[in-house]
C-alpha cells in the first residue's frame, strides 16, 4: 500500500502533506477562512496561526504514518502553491472503507478541478489501497460538493438529521453518498 501517493494531472498535484507546507497551508486556510471554518470547524480552528499550523501539520503526519487519517493537498504546479485539501478519514481497514473531505481555494471554483482530483484519488484508493467503499457526508445546502458527489457517480444513500455540528455550532443535516469499487 502506497501512502505516498502523487497524482499528477493538468498542472495540479495531489501529494501528501509535509511538514515544509505549514505556511503554504496557513496562507491557503487563512485565505478560505469563511467557508472553511463553517464546513470543516476543527481545521479551521486547529490553523489558527503559523505556529498552530506547523502542530497541526505535524500531527497529520503523525496520524498518515499509524494509518488513521490522510491529509492530502493539491498544488497548483505553475504557482507552486496549495489550492485544496482531501481528507481521508474514518477508515476502517476491516472492510475497507473510508470517508472523503475536501474544500478548494475559493479562486479555483467552478474550474473541473476538484471533480478531477476526487475522481482520480477514489480510483488510487480503490485500485491502490483496495478500499471496497467510500463515503462523503455533505450539507444538503453545499451545492458544488454535491456536484463533485454526483459527477464522480457517487450514489446518494439517506440523510441524517442533526449529523454535524458546524463552525457557528448549528446543528445541519448530512446527505450520505457512496461508491462502492
Not at 503554504?24 to 503559523?50: G, Q
Not at 503523525?62 to 474514518?90: C, H, P, S, W
Not at 470517508?99 to 480503490?126: A, P, Q, T, V
Request: glycine residues 4%; aromatic residues 14%.
Amino acid at each position: 500500500m502506497q501512502y505516498n501517493l502523487q497524482i499528477h494531472f493538468q498542472h495540479y498535484k495531489i501529494r501528501p502533506i509535509e511538514a515544509k507546507d505549514s505556511a503554504e497551508y496557513y496562507r491557503f486556510i487563512e485565505n478560505n477562512r469563511k467557508h472553511i471554518e463553517f464546513y470543516f470547524p476543527r481545521t479551521s480552528e486547529a490553523v489558527a496561526d503559523l505556529e498552530s499550523a506547523k502542530a497541526h501539520v505535524a500531527s497529520r503526519t503523525r496520524m498518515a504514518i499509524q494509518k488513521e487519517f490522510f491529509t492530502y493537498v493539491i498544488e497548483d504546479t505553475l504557482l507552486q502553491n496549495i489550492i485544496g485539501a482531501i481528507f481521508l478519514m474514518r477508515i476502517d481497514w476491516a472492510v475497507p472503507k473510508g470517508e472523503i473531505g475536501f474544500f478548494l481555494d475559493h479562486n479555483y471554483h467552478r474550474k473541473g478541478i476538484m471533480s478531477e482530483s476526487i475522481s482520480l484519488f477514489c480510483k488510487s484508493c480503490i485500485h491502490e489501497w483496495g478500499f471496497n467503499r467510500i463515503f462523503m457526508r455533505i450539507s444538503p445546502e453545499n451545492k458544488a460538493s454535491i456536484r463533485v458527489a454526483e459527477k464522480n457517480n457517487f450514489i446518494l444513500e439517506g440523510l441524517l438529521r442533526n449529523d454535524f455540528k458546524t463552525g457557528d455550532g448549528k446543528l445541519i443535516d448530512l446527505m450520505y453518498y457512496s461508491m462502492i469499487s
